[in-house]
Structure formats: C-alpha cells, structure tokens
C-alpha cells in the first residue's frame, strides 16, 4: 500500500490479501500511525449497561477512513454503526486536521 508524499509514493505499509472474486471489498491493515489516534473513554456502568466515548483524531493534511469494530451488543441504533461481517462497526472519515466522536451503550450478559 503506497500513499502520497511530496517526493512521490511512499509505501505506508504491507499486508496480505487472501483470493477474492472480483468487486469483493477487501480490507488490508497496513500498520498504525502517529497522525491518527483513538480515544476510548467509559463514561458509564451499570450492571447491565457499559456508556462509551470514541474520539478518533486525525493530524494528517488529508482526510482518513476509519473503522472500529465494537465486538458486543450494542444497545439500540446508533447513527454511524453498521454491521459489516456481523460485527457492529463504526465507519467514519475524518477530515484533516479533525476529529469523530461517537457514543454509544453497550449489553452486558
């Protein structure tokens, strides 16, 4: 995976990719970065019930996507979730220089 310098491409990181049809969406992690961070903050709790806060904050000068899975039951519909391989995750892109927030409540068992 390469990104963007201002000397050219630079390769940001690499990861294996397994054998996909064509059209399938593919996810390759290529590493973590300074520029881009996360946040999580428990705001509640309650024996049945656990409140968070994600901020993600990105430094870069272009914006990123970003995804969190949230690998429990989360307590009613929340704008910014959606399931992708049943797992609820939230997908954002963050402008440059800017940040996300999302709060959401979690079940516990």
Same mark, same amino acid.
């Given at each position: 995976?390469?990104?963007?310098?201002?000397?050219?491409?630079?390769?940001?990181?690499?990861?294996?990719?397994?054998?996909?049809?064509?059209?399938?969406?593919?996810?390759?992690?290529?590493?973590?970065?300074?520029?881009?961070?996360?946040?999580?903050?428990?705001?509640?709790?309650?024996?049945?019930?656990?409140?968070?806060?994600? @901020?993600?904050?990105?430094?870069?000068?272009? &914006?990123?996507?970003? +995804?969190? =899975?949230?690998? *429990?039951?989360?307590?009613? $519909?929340?704008?910014?979730?959606?399931?992708?391989?049943? @797992?609820?995750?939230?997908?954002?892109?963050? &402008?440059?220089?800017? +940040?996300? =927030?999302?709060? *959401?409540?979690?079940?516990? $068992?």
């Amino acid at each position: 995976m390469f990104e963007n310098s201002f000397v050219g491409p630079l390769l940001a990181g690499e990861g294996t990719l397994p054998d996909r049809a064509i059209n399938n969406e593919i996810e390759v992690e290529v590493g973590r970065s300074a520029d881009v961070r996360l946040s999580l903050i428990q705001t509640r709790r309650t024996k049945r019930k656990e409140s968070w806060r994600a @901020v993600i904050s990105n430094a870069r000068d272009h &914006p990123v996507t970003f +995804e969190m =899975k949230i690998p *429990y039951e989360v307590s009613g $519909r929340i704008k910014g979730i959606s399931i992708i391989d049943g @797992v609820p995750t939230w997908r954002v892109t963050v &402008p440059a220089n800017d +940040e996300a =927030k999302l709060r *959401y409540t979690i079940k516990l $068992r």
